[in-house]
């Protein structure tokens, strides 16, 4: 019940497209949706983030949808870039177990010039 | 100003080997973790030390031993490293309830 489920596992996209990726979950209790970018040779940084009183984030190119009822969330990437190329995590987190994140497996995307 | 930092950033050692990793962070943070991210990407949560104090210790085996001088460090010492324990080490830090971790470059271990 503490996973999160993240697909695909690697995805590949022309420059300009949009990059889309899936997270679910099944625990209700969750209250912070992350999401994480990687580059190489560096650490994970947030991304983006949403709490479940909503449905949808953006900031800039990059969108949170978040769908309550069917327990899953999503990264939509817009006009995405060869500089978006990355691996990209999902969270999930909630404050009753010291708000530590359960992570997805990880998306790596490529965009292709 | 680097905001969270790790030494080494490498290390390279032998199997049966005690090594320690360093972590610092000055952003003010009280919560520190303690990540291993595998081959494969995953990350694992290991440790999290706030004000100090262990408030998450996951299946860890106890040849890793997590220690918290202060609110602005946090150090791994693994004894008796093994093959299996090479992958990239992160450090990463949050103000306790605000959600957002913030993630060192991380330390790259590498067991012969």
């Known amino acids: 019940q503490q996973q999160v489920k993240q697909s695909p596992q690697s995805l590949i996209v022309q420059k300009g497209g949009i990059s889309i990726i899936n997270c679910a979950y099944e625990?209700?209790?969750?209250?912070?949706f992350p999401w994480y970018q990687q580059f190489p040779g560096k650490g994970p940084a947030l991304l983006i983030a949403?709490?479940?009183d909503v449905s949808e984030k953006k900031e800039g190119r990059f969108t949170i949808s978040f769908n309550k009822s069917a327990k899953q969330f999503s990264l939509h990437i817009m006009d995405s870039q060869p500089g978006d190329s990355a691996t990209y995590f999902c969270?999930?987190?909630?404050?009753?177990?010291?708000?530590?994140?359960?992570w997805g497996a990880g998306t790596k995307l490529i965009i292709k010039p | 100003d680097t905001a969270v930092s790790q030494t080494p950033k490498y290390l390279v050692t032998q199997m049966g080997n005690d090594k320690s990793i360093k972590c610092e962070q000055n952003?003010?943070?009280?919560?520190m973790y303690w990540y291993k991210q595998d081959s494969k990407k995953f990350l694992k949560i290991m440790f999290s030390?706030?004000?100090?104090?262990?408030?998450i210790n996951e299946t860890v085996p106890n040849r890793f031993s997590p220690k918290s001088p202060d609110k602005a460090h946090l150090n791994l010492h693994i004894n008796s490293l093994e093959l299996g324990d090479s992958a990239v080490y992160f450090c990463?830090?949050?103000?306790?309830?605000?959600?957002?971790?913030?993630f060192g470059p991380g330390t790259r271990l590498l067991v012969l």
């Open positions: 949403i709490r479940p």
């Open positions: 969270a999930a987190s909630q404050q009753t177990s010291n708000y530590q994140l359960i």
């Open positions: 990463a830090s949050s103000r306790f309830g605000g959600r957002a971790q913030y």
């Open positions: 030390y706030n004000n100090k104090e262990l408030i």
């Open positions: 952003l003010g943070h009280d919560t």
């Open positions: 625990n209700t209790a969750f209250d912070y």
